[in-house]
C-alpha cells in the first residue's frame, strides 16, 4: 500500500500564488500534478522527472513551477499570476516505469474574488 498525501488547497484571490506539495510513502521516478475542474476530465498540468525535468501543459506556462526535494521525497506545484479558470481539484500521481500509478485524495484550489 502506497498513499500519496497533498496539500496547499484551499480559496485565494486571482493574482495571487500558491504552493501544493505531494508527499508519497515511498520514492517514485516520476511524478505529476493533475486537475479536474467541474465539467471536465483529469488533465496532466505538469510533470517531472526522477532527475528534476519539467513539463507543463501549455495553460500553465509561465506561470506555474513544478519542483521536486527528493532527500524529502516531495514534489511540489508552485501557482502564480492566479486566475479562477485554475480552479479545480489538484491530484499528484507518482509512477515508476513497469510499475502501478498511485493517485492521492486531492486537494481543491479555489480562486475567487
Known amino acids: 500500500q502506497v498513499d500519496v498525501v497533498e496539500s496547499g488547497g484551499g480559496l485565494f484571490h486571482p493574482g495571487g500564488s500558491l504552493r501544493l506539495s505531494c508527499v508519497p510513502s515511498?520514492?517514485?521516478?516520476?511524478m505529476a500534478w493533475y486537475r479536474k475542474s467541474p465539467g471536465t476530465a483529469r488533465d496532466l498540468v505538469a510533470d517531472i522527472t526522477a532527475g528534476g525535468v519539467p513539463t507543463y501543459s501549455d495553460s500553465v506556462k509561465g506561470r506555474f513551477t513544478i519542483s521536486r526535494d527528493n532527500a524529502k521525497n516531495t514534489i511540489y506545484l508552485q501557482m502564480d499570476r492566479l486566475k479562477p479558470e485554475v480552479s479545480g481539484v489538484y491530484y499528484c500521481n507518482c509512477y515508476s516505469v513497469g510499475g502501478p500509478t498511485f493517485w492521492g485524495q486531492g486537494t481543491r484550489v479555489t480562486v475567487s474574488s
Open positions: 515511498r520514492p517514485f521516478a516520476s
